[in-house]
Structure formats: C-alpha cells, structure tokens
C-alpha cells in the first residue's frame, strides 16, 4: 500500500484550493453540511478506484442530494455496526454498579478490578470497532449497501487478513489527528476549520488503498 501519497495527492487536483475552502464551508453548515461532505469522500474514493484523471469532484449543485443520501447512508451502516458493541458496554457497567450494590461496603477490592477488566475490554473493542469501521466504510463506498454495517463475520474477517494495513493507517490517523490539533493552536484554530475536509480527503484515498485488497469489494 501506497501511504504517502494520502497525504498529497489533493494537491495535484484542478483547482483544488477551490474545492477544499468549498468543503470547508460545507461542513460548516449544520447538521446536513458534514453528510453532504462525507458523501462527496465517497466519490472521492470511488473516483480513486476507477483512476479518474482528478479524482477530486467539483462542488456543483447537482450532486448535492445524491451526496447528502450518501452520507446518510454510511452513518446508517456504521450505526448499525456500532450498536451491539454500544449494547455490550451498557450492558457490562450495568452489572458492574449491580454487582456493586449487591455485595455492599466488601466491594471495594473486587470493584477495583471488575473496573480495570472493563478498562482493558473497551480499549480492545475500541481498536476492533475503529479498525471494523474502516472496512465498513470502504464497503459501502463501494456497494452502497446499508447492510455491511450488519456484515459482522465478514467485516472482522477482513479486519483479520488487513490487520497491520488497518493498525498502520489507525497510527497515521491519530498522528494527523494531533498534528491538527497542535496547527490549530499554532493558527489561532484556521487549521481547524480545514482539518475535516483534509481528513476526509485522507481517508478517502486509505480507504481506496484498502479497497484494492483481496475480499473487499463482494
């Protein structure tokens, strides 16, 4: 996989200061503005993985509503795909305060570790669930199905044969993450208003990346 060139490839795109400060304002608009941009990311990568000469649409009208439906399809499948793991932790601190109400004052000690065991199993679901987002992502740019969300044996199957791609752009991701918020302040928060478009962008193109592994694209 091609990494670097996530981080440069909007550069070379026609007009692309045009596009990005258009993208900018996008997401600025409430509610519907940051689905209208996710679903222009998926064009992005769609047009990424057909090797369109500019892989970068412009902003035009005509593709607003397709983009919104597109947005709004994605959140769908991630939220399905969310939900259980959501389901399994409320369900766990619920047993967890019951368990602590049961046993009274002699809790203590054994609440102290049920809190670590709780601690070290969100942050494995934490990696599973972000790693399986990405699949879902990528499938559904590319299907347009609000089903892979629900597609749990296939999606961890995946995570399982592109484990050390998906920790690798997990990494880049959080790196671009920090690196945003430390420009940010250094910009009096300019970057900031950027930084979503520019991490989608990003995303985007990861996304093709991984499309172009075996298994993804049914």
Request: charged share 10%; glycine share 12%.
């Amino acid at each position: 996989m091609d990494y670097g060139g996530a981080f440069t490839y909007m550069f070379s795109s026609d007009n692309w200061l045009k596009k990005i400060v258009l993208g900018v304002a996008m997401s600025l608009a409430p509610i519907l503005g940051p689905l209208v941009l996710l679903g222009w990311s998926l064009d992005v990568l769609r047009n990424l993985n057909d090797e369109a000469p500019d892989p970068i649409p412009d902003w035009t009208g005509d593709d607003f509503a397709r983009w919104l439906g597109r947005g709004l399809g994605l959140n769908v499948a991630l939220l399905t795909f969310f939900l259980p793991v959501l389901v399994v932790v409320i369900l766990l601190t619920f047993c967890s305060l019951a368990l602590g109400t049961w046993m009274g004052s002699g809790f203590a000690e054994a609440g102290g570790f049920i809190s670590i065991c709780l601690s070290c199993l969100g942050i494995i679901l934490y990696f599973l669930v972000s790693l399986g987002a990405q699949v879902v992502f990528v499938r559904y740019a590319s299907t347009d199905r609000l089903d892979v969300g629900l597609d749990y044996a296939k999606t961890f199957q995946l995570v399982g044969a592109n484990i050390v791609p998906l920790l690798i752009i997990t990494i880049l991701l959080i790196i671009v993450g920090i690196g945003s918020a430390l420009l940010g302040v250094l910009t009096l928060g300019i970057f900031l208003l950027v930084a979503p478009v520019y991490f989608v962008l990003i995303f985007a193109y990861f996304g093709a990346e991984l499309s172009l592994q075996p298994g993804f694209i049914d």
